[in-house]
């Protein structure tokens, strides 16, 4: 093995990046639009060479959060001009029904599926048209914290590059390698909660003649109770098919899991007898199922964030979530909004790191939660007859009272305000909502009056910026 000592550019206003992925790639952007020097290191090849060779392919949901930030660094247009509009959810019901429940009130308030690779691709361009220095195959190998000294490995020959640093930012995922490196030397109170679910991808392609084979503005949903299928739409008009199924089945119960359905021949029967709608456009399930590899779902914790000036960790690298909100990726890049005005406040840089983590450590846990409480609603709630009447109650009350009621799904998609206050407000409308429709089988019978003096003496009004 050779190594290779090299020195990062100087000063101040020097920031080195491990990852290449969307937040560091996004990241990159914005502090090279201030002016900063940036080094962005990857330990995979250059996807707009290579293709993109990532281990995730969930589509993507798009919301404000992630949008705002696309448009700080100057990729939204090129972002939305593949991305596909996602009205609401269509649930398919076991009897083949379908309804299209909307996540907002028209199509001003949407989200949009866009595809991981591309995404990355565009926010490598613009990272580097920006001015940031991007380097790939280099993977994380080791830090010197005391010298300041990082040393990265060529997977194509296990050479080895050392760069000086001022601060290094982790952007490099779930198994972060920088994290291991920083609570090798300071413990960041780690911890790991695995679901006990995991998932498998399949695909629906186009129709014979090219369209889609279902509705494309929807983000589709089969529920099943411990278990359920989704499908997002592609621009290529396709659909990427996600099964999710505990770990272990309990067959006494008629639920199955991944250690019940192992192969091609028993995932078609599965499909046959509870997604039977969604098999006759997954023409390759068995080689799907067969080929795919199956994902983990886990919520990452961690009580720090970053050590002193040296380093900090951000998106999945501090708080990894499942991905049934949404907004894994919409979190992780106000995460790197955040990071970039914290770190060009002047602020010296422990205090801007420390700064970032109190902003941001209470609104990871926040939409961590939601991110878990969702899955029980998409698998188990959409199809539940008291869910869809609190849904009809809330809807109406977000038309009665736009200054103090706001679904809560509203209050994280389309708008920006802290998950933390989302998640607080969410949880005292639902306790009302629950109230409000004990004993009714329809919001019709309810007392209106009654109701609006609850709103007005339960919830204050909404932040001005709501």
């Not at 660094?73 to 090129?78: F, I, L, P, V």
């Not at 990871?364 to 199809?383: F, G, H, T």
């Not at 409000?436 to 932040?463: G, Q």
Request: proline share 4%.
């Amino acid at each position: 093995m050779s190594s290779q000592q090299h020195s990062t550019p100087g000063g101040e206003r020097h920031i080195t990046i491990v990852g290449a992925g969307l937040a560091g790639a996004l990241l990159a952007t914005l502090l090279a639009r201030r002016g900063w020097q940036v080094d962005v290191y990857e330990k995979r090849g250059d996807p707009r060479i290579q293709g993109f060779q990532g281990g995730r392919s969930i589509n993507l949901a798009l919301a404000e959060r992630g949008l705002h930030a696309l448009r700080l660094a100057g990729g939204d247009d090129e972002v939305m001009a593949q991305a596909v509009m996602m009205r609401g959810r269509m649930v398919h019901f076991l009897d083949g029904r379908t309804d299209l429940q909307r996540y907002g009130r028209d199509d001003s308030e949407v989200i949009w599926s866009v595809h991981r690779g591309e995404l990355n691709v565009i926010l490598l361009d613009i990272a580097q048209q920006a001015g940031a220095r991007l380097h790939f195959h280099r993977g994380l190998a080791s830090v010197d914290f005391d010298r300041r000294s990082v040393a990265f490995e060529d997977d194509r020959d296990g050479s080895l590059h050392e760069s000086a640093f001022e601060s290094l930012v982790g952007a490099d995922g779930a198994g972060s390698a920088l994290r291991s490196a920083m609570n090798a030397v300071s413990e960041l109170g780690e911890r790991t909660d695995f679901l006990g679910h995991s998932y498998k991808e399949l695909e629906i392609p186009p129709t014979s003649d090219g369209g889609f084979s279902i509705e494309p503005n929807a983000l589709h949903i089969w529920p099943r109770g411990r278990y359920m299928c989704i499908a997002l739409p592609n621009d290529e008009r396709t659909f990427t098919v996600t099964l999710f199924l505990p770990n272990e089945g309990d067959p006494a119960a008629g639920v199955p899991g991944f250690d019940t359905v192992r192969n091609g021949e028993q995932a078609r029967a599965l499909f046959e007898r509870d997604f039977a709608d969604a098999l006759p456009l997954i023409p390759r399930l068995e080689h799907d199922f067969e080929h795919n590899p199956k994902g983990l779902l886990a919520t990452l914790y961690l009580d720090r964030w970053h050590l002193d000036d040296r380093a900090v960790l951000l998106g999945d690298a501090a708080h990894a979530m499942v991905p049934f909100h949404g907004q894994g990726m919409n979190c992780a890049f106000e995460d790197c909004v955040a990071l970039a005005e914290h770190l060009d406040s002047g602020a010296d840089r422990a205090a801007a790191f420390a700064a970032f983590q109190a902003q941001r450590l209470p609104d990871s846990r926040a939409i961590q939660a939601m991110a878990l409480e969702n899955y029980l609603e998409m698998r188990d709630r959409v199809d539940n007859d008291d869910y869809l009447l609190q849904r009809a109650l809330e809807l109406r009350l977000a038309q009665r009272h736009p200054d103090r009621f706001m679904p809560r799904y509203a209050m994280v998609t389309f708008h920006r305000m802290p998950y933390s206050v989302a998640f607080e407000r969410g949880n005292r409308q639902r306790e009302l909502l629950v109230e409000l429709t004990r004993d009714h089988a329809s919001i019709d019978t309810l007392d209106w009056d009654a109701v609006d003096a609850a709103v007005r003496e339960r919830l204050s009004p909404l932040p001005a910026d709501a």
